[in-house]
């Protein structure tokens, strides 16, 4: 930018050019310019030289100076404005979800030892599990993971290793080791009857649980 006709237009962007307040791009090009000519950069000396409150300013100045404070002011408010965005999404995220390891497969094939998981500690927060679900519940300090067979009001019974609502068989649970029963009960409000998919593994524990015992659902595995 050697071409005097490119002066004015220079001298109208120097408030902008002190005040940081120019695309990069612009400002690499009135940066080229003070750099050869003398006459623009010495009057953005003599500028920078000036007290802002000096009587003899002129009002073109003052609007320039006002509008780079105000495009400062507005890449200040977006800056901080995706900040809060992306702390409010992490926030969101982590009491959201949590990652967890399986500890042995009592979920197997589904899921298996070691392999992780995704829990959605917010499902059930205004909404009831279904069947077949697999959730996550807490009984003793210790966390468990499992499916929802039985839900609130049906009558359930373990006998011989197979399941029964309501008096028909539920076949989409395989069959149970014999020694696995549950005389017959009706489940309450808010109770579920919950299985492991391993029928190998299943035991004789309460499979009842209550719906504040869940802490919530699983998502991914993987």
Known sequence: MTDKSFCPAVKDLLPL?????LSRETEE???GHLRQCGACRAYYEEMKGEEPDREE??????RYRKIAKRIHYR???AAG???LLCMGIFI?????FQRAIVSGDCMAPTVRDRETYIMNKWAYKTG?????DILVYERDGVFYITRVIGLPGEQVELKQGSVYIDG???EESGTYPGDCSMELTELGENEYFVLEDNRQAADGKNHIIRKSDIAGKVMVTH
């Open 29 to 31: 090009l009135v940066s």
């Open 75 to 77: 890449r200040l408010g």
């Open 168 to 170: 028909r068989l539920y």
């Open 17 to 21: 050019y002190e005040d940081g307040a």
């Open 81 to 83: 404005l995706v900040l």
């Open 92 to 96: 969101v995220t982590t009491s959201m």
């Open 128 to 132: 009831a599990p279904c069947r077949r």
């Open 57 to 62: 300013e002129t009002e073109e100045r003052m």
